[in-house]
């Protein structure tokens, strides 16, 4: 938003600036007014004006006067200008303002005096280090409460009192050590606290959240998930805590959640995920699992299991997931992947492999497939059989393996590939991968990578842009044209001379 309004800023200054516009800004219509690089709030905005944007200045104070006789003003959003202090009611008498931001400011508390009109107000990255039951007295109409990345140490009903219409509420990134309920704010729909310093969630804190759909509480030092979540949850993001172990009977009541986040913990099993029957994403990367979670939800679909200990891929995991659509495998110690193991995936179109210890591609992988990554893992070759099925193949990452040769068929057999990731394979440029090259430009497959290691004479050099290569190999196919046709050549005489000598015999040995 606000690299938009500073190219729209740059085009009004650049094409003339209103004659009724102070210096510095640009008015479009009398009624958007866009400032930078002030000293102080400038005289002579006109009364019009519905939305004031002031960036990058030096505004260390805000008064009351600076707003004087703009009566009409809706939105104010100042960016990076230094400001420390706000004057007491400075916006008391803007009736109709809706929309109050402070982005990177200095800042030490909230603004007193908010308008009752206030809906939307955003304090993010300043120096606020508590919140007052004053604050936001009598803002019944406040829908949007942000206060990222300031210095925060705790949050209570007392300091959130009267937002009856609050829809957001943010503070991540602040010091915030504690969290009491219940928090009255019965409209709340998204809640986070992310990258704070909690160590636990008092279970009432939820008691009258009965429509919050998105709670996060990302980046803190929880050991466990909350208990007595609303059952009106859709996410919960519990990634980069402390958790070794998820009990899911205490949130089985929670049968609207579709998305569960709890990548970066300490867990070394995930069981009783089936009991969330509705969880359509389910993220655990980096964490202990040495084993795939059992009994997954039969409607999850993205399963993110990256950067864990994992070492086999079974059927048995994937028989129920038909809705599944991408899976995350990569950086595991995967070494066994059962051919067939993900047949019953039947609308499977991203599976990440990358980084594992596989020496093959695995078989019999789903139809649907359209992108398909192997980097980094220990495969020797590429063939038809392991490929054949995969018409919908769009993207294939073979990155660092231990490929030396294409399989013709292999390639023929992909009809929709369009990006093939080569480099890092000990490539042995004979001629016959030139017969690749022309089959994969036919298809205007984009290929990255694909440098000779052998033979010798031609180590380093790409088998996809080489001249020289094709040099050699066109004299190499003209040497083996003229091969063949001496060849015929003698074949033929080879076989008038054999007529000759029958027909000789025939005539020694002719019978009436």
Not at 373 to 397: C, F, H, W
Not at 481 to 500: A, M, Q, Y
Request: hydrophobic share 40%; aromatic share 6%; proline share 4%.
């Amino acid at each position: 938003m606000h690299l938009l309004c500073a190219c729209l800023l740059w085009f009004s200054l650049s094409n003339g600036l209103s004659a009724d516009c102070p210096g510095r800004c640009s008015c479009e219509s009398m009624q958007f007014v866009q400032c930078y690089r002030l000293m102080e709030v400038p005289s002579g905005i006109p009364s019009t004006t519905k939305s004031l944007y002031i960036s990058h200045s030096k505004i260390q104070h805000l008064q009351l006067s600076n707003f004087t006789g703009l009566l009409a003003l809706e939105d104010f959003i100042l960016l990076a200008s230094g400001t420390e202090s706000v004057e007491n009611d400075t916006f008391k008498t803007l009736s109709t303002l809706r929309t109050l931001e402070f982005w990177k400011n200095k800042l030490r508390r909230v603004p007193s005096a908010l308008p009752a009109s206030l809906e939307v107000l955003k304090l993010n990255e300043n120096s606020i280090c508590a919140l007052h039951a004053s604050d936001f007295e009598g803002l019944k109409k406040l829908k949007v409460l942000e206060l990222k990345n300031n210095l925060i140490s705790s949050l209570s009903p007392s300091m959130l009192p009267s937002l009856i219409s609050l829809r957001s509420l943010m503070v991540d990134g602040n010091n915030i050590e504690s969290l009491a309920g219940p928090l009255s704010l019965p409209h709340l729909k998204y809640m986070s606290v992310e990258n704070n310093k909690l160590h636990l969630i008092p279970g009432n804190v939820f008691t009258s959240l009965q429509n919050l759909q998105f709670l996060s509480f990302s980046g803190n030092f929880l050991t466990k998930i909350p208990t007595n979540l609303p059952k009106s949850l859709l996410s919960l993001k519990m990634e980069r805590n402390q958790l070794k172990v998820v009990r899911f009977r205490d949130v089985r009541h929670l049968e609207n959640l579709s998305r569960l986040y709890l990548s970066e913990n300490f867990l070394s099993s995930i069981d009783g995920v089936q009991l969330l029957t509705n969880l359509t994403t389910l993220e655990v990367s980096q964490n202990r699992l040495q084993t795939l979670p059992p009994r997954l939800p039969a409607r999850l679909q993205k399963l993110d299991c990256s950067s864990n200990f994992i070492q086999k891929v079974a059927a048995p995991e994937f028989q129920d997931l038909r809705d599944l659509k991408h899976l995350f495998l990569d950086n595991n110690v995967v070494s066994v992947f059962e051919a067939g193991a993900l047949q019953k995936c039947s609308q499977l179109s991203n599976l990440a492999l990358e980084q594992n210890l596989l020496l093959s591609i695995p078989l019999r992988l789903p139809k649907t497939l359209a992108r398909l990554d192997l980097k980094g893992n220990a495969i020797q070759n590429m063939s038809e059989r392991e490929l054949r099925d995969l018409k919908l193949l769009q993207v294939l990452n073979l990155r660092n393996n231990k490929i030396s040769a294409l399989d013709l068929k292999a390639l023929e057999g992909l009809p929709r590939l369009r990006h093939l990731y080569l480099d890092g394979n000990p490539w042995n440029c004979t001629c016959s991968v030139l017969r690749a090259r022309e089959v994969l430009k036919a298809k205007g497959t984009d290929v990255k990578g694909g440098q000779c290691a052998a033979p010798a004479e031609r180590q380093g050099e790409s088998w996809m842009s080489s001249k020289k290569i094709v040099r050699q190999c066109e004299h190499h196919l003209h040497q083996n044209e003229k091969s063949k046709e001496n060849k015929k050549k003698l074949k033929l005489e080879d076989s008038s001379s054999s007529r000759l000598s029958m027909d000789d015999d025939d005539d020694d040995y002719e019978i009436d």
